[in-house]
Protein backbone atom coordinates (compact mmCIF):
# COMPACT_ATOMS: atom_id res chain seq x y z
CA UNK A 1 0.00 0.00 0.00
CA UNK A 2 1.39 3.66 -0.84
CA UNK A 3 1.77 6.02 1.07
CA UNK A 4 2.33 9.76 1.28
CA UNK A 5 3.93 11.86 4.36
CA UNK A 6 1.76 15.20 5.52
CA UNK A 7 2.79 17.46 8.50
CA UNK A 8 4.58 13.96 10.01
CA UNK A 9 1.82 11.65 9.36
CA UNK A 10 1.99 8.54 7.02
CA UNK A 11 -1.15 9.06 5.10
CA UNK A 12 -2.17 5.42 3.04
CA UNK A 13 -3.39 5.86 -0.68
CA UNK A 14 -5.12 2.62 -1.75
CA UNK A 15 -5.91 1.97 -5.43
CA UNK A 16 -8.96 1.13 -6.70
CA UNK A 17 -9.58 0.44 -10.28
CA UNK A 18 -6.62 2.95 -11.14
CA UNK A 19 -7.87 5.44 -9.26
CA UNK A 20 -6.55 6.51 -5.74
CA UNK A 21 -8.31 6.79 -2.96
CA UNK A 22 -7.01 8.62 -0.03
CA UNK A 23 -7.33 7.52 3.97
CA UNK A 24 -9.56 10.14 5.36
CA UNK A 25 -8.99 8.80 8.66
CA UNK A 26 -5.04 9.21 8.42
CA UNK A 27 -6.05 13.03 7.49
CA UNK A 28 -7.66 12.92 10.77
CA UNK A 29 -4.98 11.94 12.53
CA UNK A 30 -2.49 14.92 10.98
CA UNK A 31 -5.48 17.34 12.83
CA UNK A 32 -5.72 18.65 16.16
CA UNK A 33 -8.76 18.74 17.55
CA UNK A 34 -12.33 16.24 18.14
CA UNK A 35 -13.37 15.89 14.38
CA UNK A 36 -15.24 13.25 12.72
CA UNK A 37 -15.89 12.48 9.32
CA UNK A 38 -19.75 12.11 10.19
CA UNK A 39 -19.44 15.46 11.08
CA UNK A 40 -18.26 16.48 7.47
CA UNK A 41 -21.03 14.20 5.95
CA UNK A 42 -23.54 15.80 7.70
CA UNK A 43 -22.60 19.23 6.11
CA UNK A 44 -25.31 20.10 3.71
CA UNK A 45 -22.16 21.53 1.43
CA UNK A 46 -20.39 18.38 1.10
CA UNK A 47 -23.47 16.58 0.57
CA UNK A 48 -23.82 18.85 -2.37
CA UNK A 49 -20.70 18.11 -3.08
CA UNK A 50 -20.50 14.61 -3.02
CA UNK A 51 -23.59 14.45 -5.01
CA UNK A 52 -22.27 15.88 -8.01
CA UNK A 53 -19.38 14.10 -7.62
CA UNK A 54 -21.46 10.68 -7.72
CA UNK A 55 -23.52 12.33 -10.66
CA UNK A 56 -20.19 12.61 -13.01
CA UNK A 57 -18.62 9.26 -12.55
CA UNK A 58 -21.68 7.17 -11.27
CA UNK A 59 -23.72 5.83 -13.91
CA UNK A 60 -25.80 4.15 -10.55
CA UNK A 61 -25.96 7.06 -8.09
CA UNK A 62 -29.50 6.35 -6.09
CA UNK A 63 -31.08 10.06 -6.48
CA UNK A 64 -33.53 9.10 -4.50
CA UNK A 65 -31.07 8.15 -1.15
CA UNK A 66 -29.27 11.02 -1.82
CA UNK A 67 -32.47 12.97 -2.01
CA UNK A 68 -33.27 11.81 1.35
CA UNK A 69 -29.88 12.74 2.76
CA UNK A 70 -30.01 16.06 1.32
CA UNK A 71 -32.90 17.19 2.93
CA UNK A 72 -31.76 16.01 6.15
CA UNK A 73 -28.01 17.47 5.71
CA UNK A 74 -26.97 20.48 7.81
CA UNK A 75 -29.38 19.97 10.97
CA UNK A 76 -28.53 19.34 14.06
CA UNK A 77 -30.00 16.21 14.70
CA UNK A 78 -28.77 14.47 11.51
CA UNK A 79 -25.93 12.21 11.09
CA UNK A 80 -24.79 10.09 8.15
CA UNK A 81 -22.03 7.34 8.77
CA UNK A 82 -20.26 7.01 5.20
CA UNK A 83 -21.52 3.32 5.32
CA UNK A 84 -25.34 4.89 5.33
CA UNK A 85 -24.05 6.97 2.68
CA UNK A 86 -22.66 3.96 0.35
CA UNK A 87 -25.79 2.40 0.80
CA UNK A 88 -28.39 4.53 0.76
CA UNK A 89 -27.01 6.31 -2.66
CA UNK A 90 -25.12 3.69 -3.82
CA UNK A 91 -21.81 5.90 -4.02
CA UNK A 92 -18.60 4.60 -5.33
CA UNK A 93 -16.24 7.63 -4.02
CA UNK A 94 -16.08 7.31 -1.18
CA UNK A 95 -15.86 3.90 1.42
CA UNK A 96 -15.12 2.48 4.64
CA UNK A 97 -12.66 -0.55 5.12
CA UNK A 98 -12.62 -2.77 7.98
CA UNK A 99 -9.40 -5.42 8.71
CA UNK A 100 -5.58 -4.31 8.70
CA UNK A 101 -5.72 -1.63 6.16
CA UNK A 102 -9.21 -0.15 7.56
CA UNK A 103 -10.38 3.02 7.82
CA UNK A 104 -12.39 5.68 5.51
CA UNK A 105 -11.00 6.08 1.77
CA UNK A 106 -11.86 8.42 -0.66
CA UNK A 107 -11.38 9.26 -4.30
CA UNK A 108 -8.37 11.68 -4.03
CA UNK A 109 -11.31 14.68 -5.68
CA UNK A 110 -12.98 13.89 -3.02
CA UNK A 111 -10.02 13.65 -0.08
CA UNK A 112 -8.75 16.97 -1.40
CA UNK A 113 -12.16 18.48 -0.16
CA UNK A 114 -12.73 17.07 2.96
CA UNK A 115 -8.49 18.38 3.39
CA UNK A 116 -10.43 21.99 2.76
CA UNK A 117 -13.07 21.29 5.23
CA UNK A 118 -10.21 20.05 8.03
CA UNK A 119 -8.50 23.25 7.19
CA UNK A 120 -10.72 26.43 6.64
CA UNK A 121 -8.84 28.06 8.90
CA UNK A 122 -5.55 28.33 7.29
CA UNK A 123 -7.50 28.47 4.03
CA UNK A 124 -8.97 31.03 5.13
CA UNK A 125 -5.62 32.79 6.38
CA UNK A 126 -4.30 32.48 2.96
CA UNK A 127 -7.40 34.24 1.29
CA UNK A 128 -6.24 37.26 3.50
CA UNK A 129 -2.48 37.15 2.66
CA UNK A 130 -3.76 36.83 -1.02
CA UNK A 131 -5.98 39.47 -1.33
CA UNK A 132 -8.82 37.08 -2.08
CA UNK A 133 -11.58 40.32 0.10
CA UNK A 134 -13.99 38.04 1.62
CA UNK A 135 -12.41 38.51 4.92
CA UNK A 136 -11.80 41.40 6.77
CA UNK A 137 -7.97 42.22 6.27
CA UNK A 138 -4.98 42.19 9.17
CA UNK A 139 -5.07 45.29 11.15
CA UNK A 140 -7.86 47.02 10.01
CA UNK A 141 -10.05 45.68 12.27
CA UNK A 142 -13.31 44.91 9.74
CA UNK A 143 -12.65 47.70 7.60
CA UNK A 144 -11.71 47.82 4.23
CA UNK A 145 -8.19 49.17 3.29
CA UNK A 146 -7.32 49.70 -0.52
CA UNK A 147 -3.65 49.41 0.08
CA UNK A 148 -4.03 45.30 0.38
CA UNK A 149 -3.36 43.03 2.48
CA UNK A 150 0.56 43.47 2.42
CA UNK A 151 0.30 46.70 3.55
CA UNK A 152 -2.22 45.30 6.44
CA UNK A 153 0.34 43.04 7.48
CA UNK A 154 3.28 45.36 7.68
CA UNK A 155 0.92 47.88 9.92
CA UNK A 156 0.26 44.28 12.44
CA UNK A 157 4.32 43.83 12.36
CA UNK A 158 4.62 47.88 13.27
CA UNK A 159 5.92 48.91 9.83
CA UNK A 160 4.37 51.80 8.04
Partial sequence: MAKI??????????????EDFISLTDML??????FFISDWLRNRNTVEF???WERVYN??????GFATIASQAGLNSYKVSVKEWVEKTNAIGIKATTGRYGG???HKDIA????MWLNQIAIQQMQILTGDGRFPRIGTEGKSDSRGDADCIEKSRGKQ
Fill in 5 to 18: QVIGTDIRILKVEN
Fill in 29 to 34: KAKDGD
Fill in 50 to 52: LGI
Fill in 59 to 64: PNFNYG
Fill in 104 to 106: TYA
Fill in 112 to 115: FEFG
